[in-house]
């Protein structure tokens, strides 16, 4: 298997915001491709465990699906903030709550044309805050879901959000493969005791 690298040869800023837009020609293959590319800060999306099996979620409504969806917590990184302080900030500003996190995975959410790169973590041991504070944008709900039903409504449609179908699956994954593979295998809820 041959490994092709792109040399960009071209950028032109389009328009500049909170997620701008540039438009990048490069060289693939020995042809000069153009591409619009949506540059976005990167983010972070946390799994709130309540007690051993249930997930807290934020139910808002998502003007560009045109309808609510039910997604884990998630924000944008702001400028020098670490993405675990940015992690602990939207768990507090959406749902009330901070709590211990554990690094899940990492990803790019689309990266066919947009550069946002994510980081989730489980969050555990939760803390109230009493200090939602939303973005005008935000008209959330929060709904607790067992991790089951949640994985269920990922696989059924009901769950549509990427980053959350990509972090309840993993997450499922996760505490399925710890009880697997151990001597003495766990139940979910003594795993999730015991992330480190």
């Given at each position: 298997?041959?490994?092709?690298?792109?040399?960009?040869?071209?950028?032109?800023?389009i328009?500049?915001?909170?997620?701008?837009l540039?438009?990048?020609k490069?060289?693939?293959?020995?042809?000069?491709?153009?591409?619009?590319?949506v540059?976005?800060?990167p983010?972070?999306?946390i799994?709130?465990?309540?007690?051993?099996s249930?997930?807290?979620f934020?139910?808002?409504?998502?003007n560009?699906?045109?309808?609510?969806?039910?997604?884990?917590?998630?924000?944008?990184?702001?400028?020098r903030?670490t993405?675990?302080?940015?992690?602990?900030r939207?768990?507090?500003?959406?749902?009330?709550?901070?709590g211990?996190?554990?690094?899940?995975?990492?990803?790019?959410?689309?990266?066919?044309?947009n550069?946002?790169y994510i980081?989730?973590?489980?969050?555990?041991?939760?803390?109230?805050?009493?200090?939602?504070?939303?973005?005008?944008?935000?008209?959330?709900?929060?709904?607790r879901?067992?991790?089951?039903?949640?994985?269920e409504?990922?696989?059924?449609?009901?769950?549509?959000d990427?980053?959350?179908?990509?972090?309840v699956l993993?997450?499922n994954?996760?505490i399925?493969?710890?009880?697997?593979?151990?001597?003495?295998?766990?139940?979910?809820?003594?795993?999730?005791?015991?992330?480190?």
């Open positions: 298997m041959s490994s092709t690298t792109a040399r960009r040869k071209f950028t032109k800023q328009y500049s915001g909170n997620v701008s540039r438009i990048d490069f060289l693939l293959g020995g042809k000069v491709i153009k591409q619009e590319i540059e976005h800060s983010s972070v999306g799994i709130p465990l309540i007690g051993d249930e997930i807290l934020v139910s808002q409504f998502r560009a699906a045109g309808k609510r969806l039910l997604e884990i917590p998630a924000g944008s990184i702001e400028k903030e993405p675990r302080r940015a992690a602990l939207e768990m507090s500003e959406e749902i009330g709550y901070i211990k996190l554990t690094p899940l995975l990492k990803m790019y959410l689309a990266p066919g044309y550069t946002e980081r989730i973590y489980i969050a555990k041991d939760l803390k109230k805050t009493h200090q939602i504070n939303r973005d005008d944008d935000e008209n959330i709900r929060i709904r879901v067992s991790v089951n039903s949640a994985v409504k990922c696989i059924n449609g009901e769950i549509q990427s980053k959350t179908i990509a972090a993993a997450f994954k996760l399925g493969m710890s009880s697997k593979s151990l001597a003495h295998p766990m139940q979910a809820k003594d795993y999730i005791k015991n992330i480190k």
